[in-house]
């Protein structure tokens, strides 16, 4: 695979250093789609992210965040509970998994449910006040903060 040069996108660009490393994730693609999950917009600002698991424990499940990464990984048991269960047909996949989610800088996971062999996990978008639209005077004074839609 050829390197790609964004070279001349960062020119006319402020703060985007992580910017090779979001392509590599994205090009990266995933080979396993395994477990299926929805991820649905529910509000302004709201999301959630469905994941089938079914056949899993809340106990066999971790969510972790880390570096704006959502971590999701199923563990599978022992064994011990199904040693005595002769299967003739197994389509329930359970098995090990692990699924990675980019989160952006302003997303924040608020909360994890788990009801009828779905996980359910609710993420917020916070903008900051830093980050919100400003207007910036031009006569060179800095006036106070004042948001774009305030203004109107």
């Known amino acids: 695979m050829r390197a ?3 070279a001349p996108l960062l020119r006319s660009s402020i703060g985007f250093e992580n910017l090779n490393r979001l392509v590599d994730f994205a090009t990266r693609g ?3 789609a395994y477990p299926p999950y929805n991820i649905e917009k529910i509000g302004d600002g709201a999301y959630r992210i469905s994941m089938a698991v079914a056949g899993f424990s809340r106990d066999e499940l971790d969510l972790t965040v880390q570096e704006n990464v959502l971590i999701v990984i199923g563990r599978t048991g022992d064994g011990s509970e199904n040693g005595a269960r002769e299967f003739l047909h197994r389509g329930i996949a359970k098995r090990a998994f692990e699924r990675r989610f980019q989160l952006a800088d302003t997303i924040r996971v608020t909360n994890a449910g788990y009801e009828n062999g779905l996980l359910n996990i609710e993420l917020i ?3 900051p006040e830093h ?3 400003r207007r910036i005077a031009i006569d060179g ?4 903060i ?4 305030d203004a109107a």
């Open 131 to 133: 980050k919100k639209p």
């Open 125 to 127: 978008r916070e903008v």
């Open 30 to 32: 995933e080979s396993d």
């Open 146 to 149: 004042e948001n774009e839609h």
């Open 4 to 6: 790609v040069d964004f």
């Open 141 to 144: 004074t800095v006036p106070a």
